[in-house]
C-alpha cells in the first residue's frame, strides 16, 4: 500500500485532456509539503516533470501542469500525444516516513 | 552534462548482501542528497534512503534496520549496502539526485537502474 493514493490507470483519445490524482493526508501533502510528478516509461529511469506542485523542468512541455489543494495534487495532461503513453507517479514528503511515492499511474493513449 | 553510473552484483541469494555503487560524473557533488530508490516487480517506487555529501544519512524505517548508505566524496561516489536480503528485495535500484528546500525534497537526475534479483 502507498502512502499516496493514485488511480491505477487513466486513458483518453489523442488530443484529449487525462488528469491524474494523488491524495495524501495531513502528514505529508496535508502539512504543507510540495508535490512532484514523474513519467516512467519501460525500461527507462523516471523523468522528472514537475516539482514544487506546478513548476516544470526545462524541456517539459507546457501540456503538463500541476496543481495542489488540501490533501490532494492533480498532474494534467492536455493535447494528449502517442509519447505520452507511460507510467506517472506523484512524490511528496512525509513526517513520519520522510519521502514518499504514489503507487503509479499508467496512462494509455487510446 | 552531469550523468549517473551505477554498478552492482545483479544476483544474490538470501541472506547476502545487497552493494551498489553510484559515480557522479560531470557535475557537483556537494550541496546534493544523493538518494537510492527500487521499483519490484509490477509495483511502484520505493524510496530507500539518501546521504549528503558530508555523510549525513536519512533511511527509510522500514529498511533502517539493514541499510547502510556510505559516501566517498573525493571520487563524487555513494553506495548502498542492503543486508539479509530476501525474494521481496528483488527489484530495479535506481540512484537519484536530490533537490531540497524547504517544503521539498525531489529527484531531478536519475541513474538507469540496476536489476538485482535475490533468488537461492
Known amino acids: 500500500q502507498s502512502v499516496l493514493t493514485q488511480p491505477p490507470s487513466v486513458s483518453g483519445a489523442p488530443g484529449q485532456r487525462v488528469t491524474i490524482s494523488c491524495t495524501g493526508s495531513?502528514?505529508?501533502?496535508?502539512?504543507?509539503?510540495?508535490v512532484h510528478w514523474y513519467q516512467h516509461l519501460p525500461g527507462a529511469a523516471p523523468k522528472l516533470l514537475m516539482y514544487?506542485?506546478?513548476n516544470r523542468p526545462s524541456g517539459v512541455p507546457d501540456r503538463f501542469s500541476g496543481s495542489k489543494s488540501g490533501t490532494s495534487a492533480s498532474l494534467a495532461i492536455t493535447g494528449l500525444q502517442a509519447e505520452d503513453e507511460a507510467d506517472y507517479y506523484c512524490?511528496?514528503?512525509?513526517?513520519?516516513?520522510?519521502?514518499?511515492f504514489g503507487g503509479g499511474t499508467k496512462v494509455t493513449v487510446l | 552534462q552531469v550523468q549517473l553510473q551505477q554498478w552492482g552484483a545483479g544476483l544474490l541469494k538470501p541472506s547476502e548482501t545487497l552493494s551498489l555503487t553510484c559515480a557522479v560524473y560531470?557535475?557537483?557533488?556537494?550541496?546534493?542528497?544523493w538518494s537510492w530508490i527500487r521499483q519490484p516487480p509490477e509495483k511502484g517506487l520505493e524510496w530507500i534512503g539518501e546521504?549528503?555529501?558530508?555523510?549525513?544519512?536519512s533511511y527509510n524505517p522500514s529498511l533502517n534496520s539493514r541499510l547502510t548508505i556510505s559516501v566517498d566524496a573525493s571520487k563524487s561516489q555513494f553506495s548502498l549496502n542492503l543486508g539479509s536480503v530476501t525474494a521481496a528485495d528483488t527489484a530495479v535500484y535506481y540512484c537519484?539526485?536530490?533537490?531540497?528546500?524547504?517544503?521539498?525534497?525531489?529527484?531531478?537526475?536519475w541513474g538507469r537502474g540496476t536489476l538485482v534479483t535475490v533468488s537461492s
Open positions: 514544487g506542485n506546478s
Open positions: 537519484a539526485r536530490g533537490q531540497v528546500a524547504v517544503g521539498r525534497k525531489y529527484f531531478d537526475l
Open positions: 546521504i549528503g555529501h558530508s555523510g549525513s544519512t
Open positions: 512524490q511528496s514528503y512525509d513526517r513520519s516516513l520522510s519521502v514518499v
Open positions: 560531470g557535475g557537483s557533488f556537494s550541496g546534493y542528497y
Open positions: 495531513s502528514s505529508n501533502i496535508g502539512a504543507g509539503y510540495d
